[in-house]
């Protein structure tokens, strides 16, 4: 397993309450790597408790999953829809206390055909665990291509985005707005758009790195990845 990918880029030691967003178009490889992850984790036994939310599990093309089929556990519980009960049973779960600082891994794998479009109306399971993850051991990690599944209670809850490449000019000049725009290297929205599409036509795979807590990268995951 490659340590610099895993402790470095992903929190691993600290899994406590943390929220990552991967945000981009199709085919450009943010299942892909999330699934890397996933899978490096379940070797390792970091975490007590998947709950995967996988929408394609059964017509998948590629046969992204076919690595879970190794795990089949009582650890693991795979669903193909995102429902806000899924969230209230992620939080009664935490909750309970024989799992009480156990750490649970919440992935949702293409949010954009999800509900999850509604979080800021309807769903409140989802609110009440972004505003709360932090007291507990959940990590969420998100993915999805639409706006409306990375509104602002999202966006304002993540810790990590992974921004592949985009064709919303409004969904990346929200992001820089709330997060770049006080940078002295993005003082102005058209010259982080002009760097983010340069980085996209030369590396289509690789996502730019950004951690809310003030740190800002292009990482080459490719080349770890295949080390892991």
């Known amino acids: 397993m490659n340590d610099e990918f895993l402790n470095q880029m992903i929190p691993t030691k ?15 490889g943010k299942s892909f790597l999330a699934l890397k992850y996933l899978e490096a984790v379940l070797n390792t036994d970091l975490f007590d408790k998947y709950v995967l939310v996988l929408p394609n599990l059964k017509i ?20 193909e829809k995102y429902t806000p009960e899924v969230s209230a ?24 055909s999800q509900s999850m479009g509604s979080l800021d109306q309807k769903d409140n399971h989802m609110k009440d665990l972004l505003t709360s993850i932090r007291h507990y051991t959940t990590f969420l990690w998100v993915i999805g291509h639409g706006r409306s599944v990375f ?30 725009s006080m940078f002295k290297e993005y003082p102005k929205f058209d010259l982080f758009m002009n760097e983010f ?22 990482y080459d995951f490719k080349n770890t990845i295949e080390n892991l």
């Open 14 to 28: 600290e899994v406590r309450g943390r929220v990552i967003c991967s945000i981009g178009t199709k085919y450009t």
């Open 60 to 79: 998948e093309q590629n046969d992204s999953y076919s690595f879970l089929k190794k795990y089949k556990n009582n650890k693991i519980i795979t669903l």
């Open 89 to 112: 049973k992620v939080i009664a779960t935490q909750k309970e206390k024989k799992n009480k600082g156990k750490p649970l891994f919440f992935f949702i794998d293409d949010a954009s």
């Open 151 to 180: 509104n602002t209670f999202l966006r304002a809850n993540t810790d990590i985005f992974l921004f592949y490449n985009m064709t919303n000019k409004m969904l990346l000049k929200s992001l820089w707005e709330e997060f770049l």
């Open 197 to 218: 599409i340069d980085h996209n036509q030369k590396n289509r795979f690789t996502p730019l790195y950004l951690n809310t807590r003030n740190r800002f990268k292009s």
